[in-house]
């Protein structure tokens, strides 16, 4: 397997990239087919909460668009980097309220809220995962 400058391991970067971008792209456009339903999980200390859906799911867009294009892939990780930074208070409050979607069988409440708590340490694995694309030209598989 290739390795880039630092002697790490690059075969997977470029297929990871894509479905960086992908993912970040899907959960953008969700944020335009159902913003009530992550307009809920905004802290109720923020303003206009619909708005800061519309806005983080254009943010995801284009920095998932962004991440998959050599050119701005170092600044587009920046940006999801710090997106899940700043969406990381949702991801507590939603934790802390217990949110379970009312679509969420009882049987299933308890499992429900627990993945609520396994998603913080998850926004830490993500934010590295970005990370791993912001030094401009790591790539070398393109």
Not at 17 to 33: D, E, Q, R, S, T
Not at 66 to 81: D, K, N
Not at 94 to 114: C, I
Request: glycine share 10%; hydrophobic share 50%.
């Amino acid at each position: 397997m290739a390795t880039d400058t630092d002697g790490a391991r690059i075969g997977f970067e470029r297929p990871l990239c894509i479905v960086m971008g992908f993912v970040y792209v899907v959960a953008g456009v969700l944020h335009f087919l159902v913003p009530k339903a992550f307009a809920r999980i905004v802290p109720p200390s923020l303003p206009r909460p619909v708005a800061l859906v519309y806005l983080s799911g254009l943010a995801e867009v284009v920095f998932g668009v962004g991440v998959t294009i050599r050119r701005t892939r170092s600044l587009s990780a920046w940006g999801i980097v710090a997106l899940l930074v700043a969406v990381f208070p949702a991801n507590v409050h939603m934790a802390t309220s217990g949110m379970v979607p009312e679509s969420v069988p009882d049987r299933a409440r308890g499992l429900a809220e627990a993945g609520l708590w396994a998603r913080l340490p998850l926004q830490g694995v993500l934010v590295l995962w970005a990370w791993r694309y912001t030094r401009s030209g790591r790539s070398t598989t393109e």
